[in-house]
């Protein structure tokens, strides 16, 4: 599934993942070794033609995990104790992406999100992946209550609501 069907099937939480996102052009993403343990890695999303894509340096450990192993989950920054903004999670695939085209978007998307003067040149050695949505959540604190969202193809959006008394 792309990140476009996603927001097909659930436009409420994929608005919310789509702004926690873009807000910083920052995120965390969940990797798993060759030996199986977890590994955390700060990338750049972009929502580009329907995709999240991301790229990385060749030679990034982050990236060989990839190619080896392309599950993945991607989690919005928490810049708060409160966690009052909300963290979105999505849990997928992450498939190279190989076409020139597809690629040069990125990098368009880039140079404008940092006011680059200059576009990045394609090079083959850069890893670009998208990510293909297999599940997503959002949690928010506010107070001692919260609320949590999870969605999946199967079962689509559920939403639930704690409060703190």
Same mark, same amino acid.
């Given at each position: 599934?792309?990140? /476009?069907?996603?927001?097909? %099937? =659930?436009?409420?939480?994929?608005?919310?993942?789509?702004?926690?996102?873009?807000?910083?052009?920052? =995120?965390? @993403?969940? %990797?798993?070794?060759?030996?199986?343990?977890?590994? @955390?890695?700060?990338?750049?999303?972009? @929502?580009?033609?329907?995709?999240? !894509?991301?790229?990385?340096?060749?030679?990034?450990? /982050?990236?060989? #995990?990839?190619?080896?192993?392309?599950?993945?989950?991607?989690?919005? @920054?928490?810049?708060? &104790?409160?966690?009052?903004?909300?963290?979105?999670?999505?849990?997928? !695939?992450?498939?190279? !992406?190989?076409?020139?085209?597809?690629?040069?978007?990125?990098?368009?998307?880039?140079?404008?999100?940092?006011? &680059?003067?200059?576009?990045?040149?394609? #090079?083959?050695?850069?890893?670009?992946? =998208? !990510?293909?949505?297999?599940?997503?959540?959002?949690?928010?604190?506010?107070?001692?209550?919260?609320?949590?969202?999870? &969605?999946?193809?199967?079962?689509?959006?559920? /939403?639930?609501?704690? %409060?703190?008394?």
């Amino acid at each position: 599934m792309r990140w /476009k069907d996603f927001e097909a %099937t =659930c436009p409420e939480l994929a608005d919310l993942g789509r702004r926690r996102l873009e807000e910083r052009h920052l =995120c965390l @993403i969940g %990797t798993l070794r060759a030996d199986g343990s977890p590994r @955390i890695s700060p990338v750049e999303p972009y @929502i580009v033609g329907g995709d999240v !894509v991301m790229g990385m340096i060749a030679g990034s450990r /982050k990236a060989a #995990d990839l190619l080896r192993d392309p599950r993945l989950v991607v989690h919005s @920054i928490v810049t708060r &104790w409160e966690a009052d903004e909300g963290d979105f999670k999505l849990s997928g !695939v992450a498939v190279p !992406v190989p076409d020139p085209a597809r690629r040069q978007a990125l990098y368009e998307a880039m140079a404008e999100a940092h006011a &680059w003067r200059e576009l990045p040149t394609d #090079d083959p050695a850069y890893h670009v992946f =998208c !990510v293909e949505p297999v599940s997503a959540a959002y949690v928010r604190f506010e107070g001692s209550s919260w609320q949590d969202w999870t &969605w999946d193809p199967k079962r689509g959006l559920r /939403k639930r609501y704690h %409060t703190g008394d």
